[in-house]
């Protein structure tokens, strides 16, 4: 406290020394004003410590740049469990399991919930198949870039000639390159050799909350947009989740809170009730978190069909005003769908007793149907073919079977921690709504590899 | 949650140190008649005392209570001094005691305050943008309770524009593209503790904003308003002042936490006692 005073003093001269050398006397009170800026100042989001995500990437495009894209009818041959990598040590020391959609190619271990997102490519006349992407921390700002080859040399031809995998080489196949950290070219070698094939778990429900990730997470996109539900297939869903309320012109669109706050948008403008805003002035006035726009529910579900091979979208209705209009748009695209020859679930979810009211007294077109999120005797009560239980209720294992047993299906939401998911997946649930996709899916081959049951009977 | 809490805490000990009160240790003022009492640490008719330079009682009452000058927790006057060898200072403290009797312990200040303001936070995408102003003009008016504690209470409300622009938009499957216009401005009430030094003062306040934004688009024009917590802290000089006035030049920054808005304001500030008692 003197040295304080003393600073002030030399600095701002005599007639200042004199009144801090009295609030150095009551040094009490100067400590109260100290602490009182301090707690300010910790206080201020401006102050926050929470990091920044980097979403690196290889300079010039990697090797990608110079590479053919594999055939999509069989990159997802490469799906498979891997043994625990060897080298470095950032993906951890259990077993990996390598999640292939049409174009990409991901990694998930359960050590830091980490996984990798890679595109694939052909170089050298097919004689090489190349995956480059980035890996991260699901909760931790961990991050970096990844290259792998897929070897042997057979494999690869195999895969981007779009000709199936010899069984004879399965067993061979090794994921061999490099890793690193941050925006830095990856230096530590890696290698993945197979262990076994993945398992067939197509009717168990993993549940992407929100599109691949919430905003504050950062998987490179904000939660409840396009770019968003296009991540969902690589981050290990099967089946997203969004958020649907009705702007002030009727519109069904894509957003989660009541109001525009920072946690979710941008923008000087951005601020007050949805409910005030029509779609055009939305889009005058904000963005979302990482500056994509607010989606209309008809974008996101056009998106859906032609973007994505997921096989459901549950869509959340926020408000009863949004039921009606929001069955008339499900409507809509599941004719597109069908038309498509793509087997999309359309399901709306009903989370409160209001909504649920607006959804019994909505027209509803045929095929429509719902989710409801609250208690076992209100399911058994409404036309829902799905029961979504709240995950802090606990895993209700005699409900979940006795609701399986009049044909409806129990997605638990939300869960992110791997005790809880063990925990729940006990009770042989349809299917688990989560933020992290891929730790889920994770965790769901290794108990198939088991020989676990996933899912119901 | 954390913030809340934070912001909370940090009000309860800021508002709590002024509950427990310490004594003004304001700086002197240029007020020629009082200088001798100043020097010596009476209160100035502003409510202000000067330190004297063997210490300041902090507890027991202040100068201005007693009459006194001297912390002895007995309550002297002149009459002290009588047949003693220390006649002469009993006869300076007697002339102080005249000069000071009457002075207030309370005074009801009243507070203006006009300036330009700048938004600091949050950074602004300018993609799409025809033309934008980043600021506008702010009020302010409150009152201070002005004691012979050093922290002083305030009560302010204040009206600040803070941005506007023009831009155009693309509306999707809305359907093409159009011209908007937008405004942003914010109402206040801020609470706090004042503390004066010298010719200066420091506030810092936490209170309520409510920001209210306006967006024209395709011929409708849509206004939204949200309340969200915040703190205000500001620093003003005041160069020109007389017994009851104060003129001069004040910096604020007004930081609106749910909103995620920070504005940054200067200009000239004018405070005037109401009413001493």
């Not at chain 1, 070219?185 to 919430?214: L, Q």
């Not at chain 1, 005797?377 to 399986?404: I, Y």
Request: with cysteine; glycine share 10%.
């Amino acid at each position: 406290m003197n040295a304080l005073a003393s600073t002030i003093r030399d600095s701002w001269g005599a007639m200042f020394s004199r009144h801090f050398e009295h609030l150095g006397a009551r040094a009490g009170q100067l400590k109260w004003i100290l602490a009182v800026l301090v707690t300010l100042a910790l206080a201020h989001p401006g102050c926050s410590a929470r990091g920044t995500v980097l979403h690196p990437r290889f300079e010039k495009g990697g090797l990608l740049a110079l590479a053919k894209p594999v055939p999509e009818k069989t990159l997802t041959d490469l799906g498979a469990i891997f043994e625990a990598p060897t080298g470095s040590a950032i993906l951890g020391g259990d077993p990996v399991v390598v999640y292939a959609t049409r174009n990409s190619v991901s990694l998930f271990a359960a050590p830091n919930t980490a996984y990798a997102i890679m595109r694939a490519g052909c170089l050298d006349d097919n004689a090489r198949l190349v995956l480059e992407g980035a890996w991260r921390y699901s909760n931790a700002t961990d991050t970096g870039l990844i290259r792998l080859f897929v070897e042997p040399t057979e494999v690869a031809n195999a895969l981007c000639k779009e000709l199936p995998i010899p069984p004879s080489l399965l067993k061979d196949i090794r994921l061999r390159g490099v890793i690193g950290r941050d925006e830095i070219a990856p230096t530590e070698e890696i290698t993945m050799a197979w262990k076994a094939p993945r398992s067939d778990t197509s009717n168990f429900i993993v549940a992407a909350h929100h599109g691949a990730c919430k905003t504050i997470d950062d998987c490179g996109a904000s939660e409840n947009t396009l770019e968003s539900i296009e991540l969902v297939e690589p981050f290990g869903a099967s089946v997203v989740e969004i958020d649907v309320r009705l702007s002030k012109d009727g519109v069904p669109f894509l957003y989660h809170d009541e109001t525009f706050n920072p946690r979710l948008t941008q923008g000087p403008l951005c601020h007050g009730q949805v409910r005030d805003y029509t779609i055009a002035q939305m889009r005058a006035a904000c963005r979302l978190k990482f500056g994509e726009e607010i989606p209309t529910l008809a974008e996101a579900l056009e998106t859906t069909v032609n973007d994505t091979r997921l096989a459901g979208i549950w869509l959340d209705a926020k408000e009863p005003e949004v039921v009606a209009p929001t069955l008339a748009v499900m409507a809509e695209y599941r004719k597109k769908a069908e038309e498509k020859k793509r087997a999309l679930e359309i399901v709306i979810g009903l989370g409160s007793s209001e909504i649920l009211e607006a959804y019994v007294a909505a027209t509803k077109p045929e095929g429509t149907r719902c989710l409801y999120e609250l208690d076992r005797a209100g399911v058994e009560s409404t036309p829902c073919d799905f029961w979504g239980p709240r995950w802090t209720r606990g895993p209700m294992n005699e409900d979940v079977t006795a609701l399986q047993g009049q044909k409806k299906r129990v997605v638990y939401w939300t869960i992110n921690e791997p005790e809880f998911i063990a925990l729940f997946l006990k009770a042989k649930p349809d299917g688990i709504l989560t933020d992290r996709p891929g730790m889920l899916r994770n965790k769901i081959q290794l108990m198939a590899l088991a020989g676990e049951q996933v899912g119901p009977q | 949650m954390r913030r809340i809490f934070g912001g909370a805490l940090g009000s309860l000990l800021l508002l709590g140190s002024v509950h427990w009160g310490v004594p003004a240790a304001h700086a002197e003022k240029d007020v020629p008649v009082f200088a001798d009492a100043l020097a010596n640490g009476a209160p100035s008719p502003r409510g202000d005392a000067a330190p004297s330079d063997a210490g300041f009682p902090f507890e027991g009452g202040s100068p201005s209570d007693t009459g006194s000058l001297v912390d002895t927790g007995v309550p002297l006057d002149s009459s002290s001094f009588s047949g003693t060898r220390d006649a002469a200072a009993g006869e300076a403290v007697a002339a102080i005691d005249t000069r000071t009797k009457g002075l207030p312990t309370h005074v009801l200040e009243g507070d203006l305050y006009v300036g330009l303001n700048i938004m600091v936070a949050p950074a602004v995408d300018h993609r799409g943008e025809i033309d934008s102003t980043n600021g506008g003009f702010g009020v302010a008016f409150g009152l201070t309770y002005r004691t012979r504690y050093f922290l002083s209470p305030f009560l302010e409300f204040g009206y600040a524009s803070i941005y506007r622009n023009e831009k155009n938009v693309d509306l999707g499957s809305a359907g093409g593209t159009a011209v908007s216009s937008g405004r942003l401005s914010a109402m206040s009430v801020l609470v706090g503790p004042a503390l004066d030094l010298w010719r200066f003062r420091l506030r810092a306040g936490i209170g309520l904003y409510r920001l209210s934004t306006t967006t024209r688009v395709l011929g409708t024009s849509v206004s939204s308003d949200e309340l969200d917590m915040g703190y205000g802290f500001s620093l003003s000089g005041y160069p020109l002042r007389t017994d009851r006035f104060q003129l001069g030049l004040e910096a604020r920054l007004h930081l609106i936490l749910e909103g995620g808005t920070t504005v940054f304001s200067i200009g000239p500030t004018f405070t005037g006692d109401i009413f001493r008692w």
